[in-house]
Each structure stands twice: as structure tokens, then as C-alpha cells.
């Protein structure tokens, strides 16, 4: 099992660009979850999904879109990239939404935007 | 509204036991204790959890006291490693999924050679 994957690693946008980040797990898991992470500071959940076709918001939701179209992937959609979306990214997954339930992360894409 | 408070910053030396502590002197009867952890540029790693009892796995022990409002991680014998920031998390009812954990600052654990 790969885990989850998430591509690009590494990413450089200009102001106003629009980009994909992908997320896949192939592990059946149910839950799936986007974090940005800013220099210094705890992870924020921007959205998450709870199985394919549901999905909702999480804490610093503005400026992004996602879409939950099969079990194995989560993609998040930035539409006009911004400075203040300088930050890196990180998926999860879970089997359920139980409290006993730990999260499985990916590696992270490094975001930039001038 | 911060539900644990963790020290920013700690040191240990290599081979030593390393006690990371966590208060939550607020947590209720049906919320759980989390431990995960960041290695540098990486993902957060589930580390351990636990409600009431002492639990123990293969990374770590987690030690709650009686009145379940602190916690401390144990790693045994602490390798550099196991250098990484340590991320306390209490998680429960009603707020039981886990979208609903937050990662704060946590503890930056420093292992010494």
C-alpha cells in the first residue's frame, strides 16, 4: 500500500493562477481531509469528505474547492491563487469518523504564490 | 479557547526516556487524549491515544493521570529520530469526528546526541 499520495511536492504560482492539488489513498478509506499548514503554526482543516460525493467545509475553507467523485480521491481546486495561500498542504485519511480513528497523512505539497 | 497547553520547546538526550507532559484540565468524561507527531517537512504520524487507562504500543506509552486533566507521552529510549513536534489533541463528544482535530503548536522535541 502506497498510503496517501499527494502530487506536485512542489509548487510556484503567480497572483490569480489556478491549480490542482491531488490527493489519492488506496486504503478504503471513507474519510478524507485537506490541512494547510502556515510557517510555524498547527495545521488548519480547510475541507473534508466523508464519502464520494459528500463533502464539506472545514475551518479556512475561502479560496478553495473540492471534489469527492470516487473513494480513492480528493482533490483540492485553488481558482485564483493569492499570497495568503502560500502555505503547505497536507491530505489525510481515515476508515471512519470515530474518535478512536487515527488519521493517515500524506507527505505535504509546498505552495507558493508570488 | 485552547483545550491543552504543551510546552513549546523541549530537550533529551539521546537513549534517555523522553516525557513530553500535556494538561487538560478541562476535558470531559467521553473526550479522548491524541498524540501525533511532525518530523520536519512531513506529515503529522499517529502516535498513540487513550480515555482513561495508561495505554502502550510499539512508538510509545501514554500515562493519564486519575483525574484525567494532564497526560504525558513517553518515548522509552529516544533516538534522534525522534526529533519532531508533538501535537496533545483531546477529541470526543459532541465534537466526535475527526475533522474536528485541531493541531495547535505543540512541543518541539529535540533529541541530543
Known amino acids: 500500500n502506497a498510503g496517501v499520495t499527494q502530487t506536485p511536492k512542489f509548487r510556484i504560482l503567480k497572483i490569480g493562477q489556478s491549480m490542482t492539488l491531488q490527493c489519492a489513498q488506496d486504503m478504503n478509506h471513507n474519510y478524507m481531509y485537506w490541512y494547510r499548514q502556515d510557517p510555524g503554526m498547527g495545521l488548519k482543516l480547510i475541507y473534508y469528505s466523508v464519502g464520494a460525493g459528500i463533502t464539506d467545509k472545514g475551518e479556512v475553507p475561502n479560496g478553495y474547492n473540492v471534489s469527492r467523485s470516487t473513494t480513492e480521491d480528493f482533490p483540492l481546486r485553488l481558482e485564483l491563487a493569492a499570497p495568503s495561500q502560500t502555505s503547505v498542504y497536507f491530505c489525510a485519511s481515515s476508515y471512519s469518523q470515530g474518535a478512536s480513528e487515527k488519521l493517515f497523512f500524506g507527505s505535504g505539497t509546498q505552495l507558493s504564490v508570488l | 479557547d485552547a483545550k491543552t497547553t504543551q510546552p513549546p520547546s523541549m530537550d533529551c538526550a539521546e537513549g534517555r526516556a523522553a516525557n513530553l507532559p500535556c494538561n487538560h484540565s478541562t476535558i470531559s468524561g467521553n473526550e479522548y487524549v491524541y498524540w501525533y507527531r511532525q518530523i520536519h517537512s512531513q506529515g503529522p504520524q499517529y502516535i498513540i491515544h487513550g480515555l482513561k487507562n495508561n495505554e502502550t504500543n510499539e512508538m510509545a506509552s501514554l500515562i493519564i493521570t486519575e483525574d484525567r486533566k494532564s497526560s504525558t507521552l513517553i518515548l522509552p529510549h529516544a533516538t534522534l529520530r525522534d526529533t519532531a513536534v508533538y501535537y496533545c489533541?483531546?477529541?470526543?463528544?459532541?465534537?466526535?469526528?475527526?475533522?474536528?482535530?485541531?493541531f495547535g503548536t505543540g512541543t518541539r522535541l529535540t533529541i541530543i546526541p
Open positions: 489533541i483531546v477529541l470526543g463528544l459532541p465534537n466526535f469526528g475527526n475533522e474536528k482535530l485541531t
